[in-house]
């Protein structure tokens, strides 16, 4: 799963097709795309991993999981798993599962569990947290996609370690105002990282992710690795308390 931030970031760079005309819409996969031929795009907007074109009945959604990305006005060696083409441009998509849906995007997604969207709604997701995960550790239930969209490695690791919480403390042990702070600490840190892919600053600014040792005490950082599914999180012993 990438960055929400990330994904955000490459709708941003999008926005100038809002309101085209696509001319044609080519994909390998065999899917019949011709219903995307000479219609407007009303909106480009994006839920997590996904990044919507919004026309007038249905919507397309481009879903990015672990390694897509797209190119404008460019491509790679390799064929474009999809493309839509316009008059003087046109976007290339990679690694990416494209799938057509009637009727809009809300009638699909829970925006407000997305920590990028305007709509996302942080007391809802802290009494999922204390109803629904009380027994869970913290970090593994902040990749829960009923609770929260978004979270990729990097704002794990960065918000906990903002928040000074240990990614194994237990959701049910964890004081409520430490929670607050840990999603607001989520929601500030995907917002900067937006305007970190914009300058290409990720990494120069990540406080402990990828990194050896703590800023602030000059510890050692762990780093474990979930042997399932290979997600990485970085932790400081001394400055996360476990709960
Ligand atoms: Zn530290």
Do not use: W
């Not at 083409?85 to 699909?108: A, L, M, R, V, W």
């Not at 407000?112 to 629904?132: C, H, M, R, V, Y």
């Amino acid at each position: 799963m990438q960055e929400g931030s990330f994904i955000v970031f490459l709708k941003n760079k999008l926005q100038r097709f809002k309101g085209q005309t696509v001319s044609r819409a080519t994909g390998k996969s065999g899917t019949d795309f011709s219903a995307i031929d000479f219609i407007k795009i009303i909106d480009i907007n994006s839920f997590g991993n996904l990044i919507f074109f919004v026309f007038n009945d249905f919507f397309l959604s481009m879903n990015f999981e672990n390694s897509g990305s797209l190119l404008v006005n460019k491509s790679k060696k390799t064929e474009a798993d999809f493309s839509l083409h316009f008059p003087h441009s046109e976007i290339n998509f990679y690694s990416c599962e494209t799938q057509i849906h009637q009727g809009k995007p809300t009638d699909f997604f829970q925006f407000p569990t997305d920590i990028l969207n305007q709509k996302f709604d942080g007391e809802l997701a802290l009494s999922q947290l204390q109803q629904s995960f009380a027994d869970e550790n913290i970090g593994n239930a902040l990749m829960n996609q009923n609770v929260f969209v978004g979270f990729g490695d990097l704002v794990r690791t960065e918000a906990l370690y903002r928040a000074k919480i240990h990614p194994e403390s237990l959701v049910k042990n964890i004081p409520e105002k430490k929670i607050i702070f840990l999603i607001i600490s989520a929601v500030n840190y995907a917002d900067e990282l937006v305007e970190q892919y914009k300058n290409d600053e990720v990494n120069a600014k990540a406080l402990i992710f990828d990194k050896k040792i703590c800023p602030k005490d000059k510890s050692e950082i762990q780093v474990k690795i979930s042997s399932e599914n290979n997600r990485k999180i970085y932790i400081c012993p001394k400055c996360q308390k476990l709960f």
